[in-house]
């Protein structure tokens, strides 16, 4: 399925990305209120990160991603479980049955999508007073290493920015209307990350191949030569796992 964002030449690289932190997953699910056997669409699936997270907690999901290679991971990833399902489909789109699930969760997907026409379409799937989630994991910048990656992006791309991805959901979600007052949680988690595999993860960052155009591959360079010179088989990467989660009014 086309769409504006690409992913396919970003989909192995993909596989490298962290997981979310467990203690904000077992929180969102606590809140919510679900149980082993509700019913999750999973939007953005990607290769299945969330995914098999929530599977893992034996939730049913049905994971829904636009981008072939993306899904065509998510697939192999998820092969041997029979509490998931993929799909072709979009945030905007899913192409799933009304009032169908208990949960709509984005992982690192909702800055991606047209967030209002997503937010009218999670309440469209979502059984009544069902609940909608977005999360993402952000990298905790005043860390030596992420604060010295950081100054290499900007060198050659001063006016670098993160997007939505690092706003304020609340304000957002509650101008649709739609939904009952939002929960923020926030819990870090620390990822252990061979060199290889944390440049191959920064590979895999379209936000930052989107903004850099012609320096992406300078840029990844630059950040492959300076973790190189640490001279250290694997690194500590502090993220912070960041969740907005609404019930359907």
């Given at each position: 399925?086309?769409t504006?964002?690409?992913?396919?030449?970003?989909?192995?690289?993909?596989?490298?990305?962290?997981?979310y932190?467990?203690?904000?997953i077992?929180?969102l699910?606590?809140?919510?209120n679900?149980?082993?056997?509700?019913?999750?669409?999973?939007v953005?699936?990607?290769?299945?990160?969330?995914t098999?997270?929530?599977?893992?907690r034996?939730?049913?999901?049905?994971?829904?991603e636009p981008n072939d290679?993306?899904?065509?991971?998510g697939i192999k990833r998820?092969?041997h479980?029979?509490?998931v399902?993929?799909?072709?489909?979009?945030?905007?789109?899913?192409?799933?049955?009304?009032?169908r699930?208990?949960?709509?969760?984005?992982g690192?997907?909702?800055?991606?999508c047209?967030r209002?026409?997503?937010?009218?379409?999670?309440?469209?799937i979502?059984?009544?007073?069902?609940?909608?989630?977005c999360?993402?994991?952000?990298?905790?910048l005043?860390?030596?290493?992420?604060s010295?990656?950081?100054?290499?992006?900007?060198?050659?791309l001063p006016?670098?920015?993160?997007?939505?991805?690092?706003?304020?959901q609340?304000?957002?979600?509650?101008?649709?209307?739609?939904?009952?007052?939002?929960?923020?949680?926030?819990s870090?988690?620390v990822h252990?990350?061979?060199?290889?595999?944390?440049?191959?993860a920064?590979?895999s960052?379209?936000?930052?191949?989107?903004q850099?155009?012609?320096a992406?591959?300078?840029?990844?360079?630059?950040i492959?030569?300076?973790?190189?010179?640490?001279?250290?088989?694997?690194?500590e990467?502090?993220?912070?796992?960041?969740?907005?989660?609404?019930?359907?009014?």
């Amino acid at each position: 399925m086309k769409t504006e964002w690409d992913y396919t030449t970003l989909a192995d690289a993909y596989l490298k990305r962290p997981d979310y932190a467990d203690a904000a997953i077992d929180a969102l699910l606590a809140v919510s209120n679900q149980q082993a056997g509700a019913k999750v669409c999973d939007v953005g699936a990607g290769v299945a990160h969330l995914t098999l997270m929530l599977a893992a907690r034996n939730l049913v999901v049905t994971a829904v991603e636009p981008n072939d290679a993306m899904r065509g991971n998510g697939i192999k990833r998820t092969a041997h479980l029979d509490n998931v399902q993929w799909f072709e489909g979009t945030g905007e789109d899913s192409g799933q049955a009304a009032q169908r699930f208990d949960l709509v969760t984005f992982g690192s997907s909702f800055n991606v999508c047209d967030r209002q026409a997503a937010l009218r379409e999670t309440a469209r799937i979502l059984r009544p007073r069902g609940w909608f989630a977005c999360m993402w994991n952000h990298r905790q910048l005043d860390d030596a290493i992420q604060s010295r990656i950081e100054a290499i992006i900007r060198t050659h791309l001063p006016d670098y920015g993160y997007g939505s991805r690092r706003e304020e959901q609340t304000p957002v979600i509650d101008a649709s209307g739609l939904f009952g007052p939002v929960v923020h949680l926030d819990s870090r988690v620390v990822h252990s990350q061979e060199i290889d595999e944390c440049v191959e993860a920064w590979r895999s960052h379209a936000t930052l191949e989107r903004q850099a155009g012609t320096a992406f591959k300078r840029i990844i360079d630059d950040i492959e030569e300076y973790l190189r010179s640490l001279d250290t088989a694997s690194i500590e990467i502090p993220y912070s796992t960041n969740v907005w989660l609404a019930q359907l009014r």
